[in-house]
Nanobody, 119 residues
Framework: QARLEESGGGLVRPGGSLQLSCAAS???????MGWYRQTPGNQRELVGE????HIEYSESVRGRFRLSRDKDTVGLEMNSLQPEDTAVYFC?????????????????WGQGTEVTVSS
């Protein structure tokens, strides 16, 4: 069964750092992996995503966060964290599945891990 397992997160003071990790299992031919985040009442938003080696970051985290990917794992190094970075962070991947003899791409989500930035 396709799965993304996240680790990391927690409580950190403003200006601090945290690392998130995510490992994919049973997902075939992953083209992209990355992280989104969501706060209550808001839509899930891009943090950073590696799409076949091209990494895109949201404007709000560029220069502070660093995404790293190695095949079926993806990490997120978060520095200079601010209270507005508080959110649930979701790992995501785009892999390939089959419907009969037709391949199609689908996006898989992890369960999310909480990051709280507070003094």
């Amino acid at each position: 069964q396709a799965r993304l397992e996240e680790s990391g997160g927690g409580l950190v003071r403003p200006g601090g750092s945290l690392q998130l990790s995510c490992a994919a299992s049973h997902i075939w031919r992953i083209s992209s992996m990355g992280w989104y985040r969501q706060t209550p009442g808001n839509q899930r938003e891009l943090v950073g995503e590696d799409n076949n080696g091209h990494i895109e970051y949201s404007e709000s985290v560029r220069g502070r966060f660093r995404l790293s990917r190695d095949k079926d794992t993806v990490g997120l190094e978060m520095n200079s964290l601010q209270p507005e970075d508080t959110a649930v962070y979701f790992c995501t991947s785009v892999g390939t599945a089959w419907s009969g003899d037709r391949p199609y791409e689908y996006r898989q989500w992890g369960q999310g891990t909480e990051v709280t930035v507070s003094s």
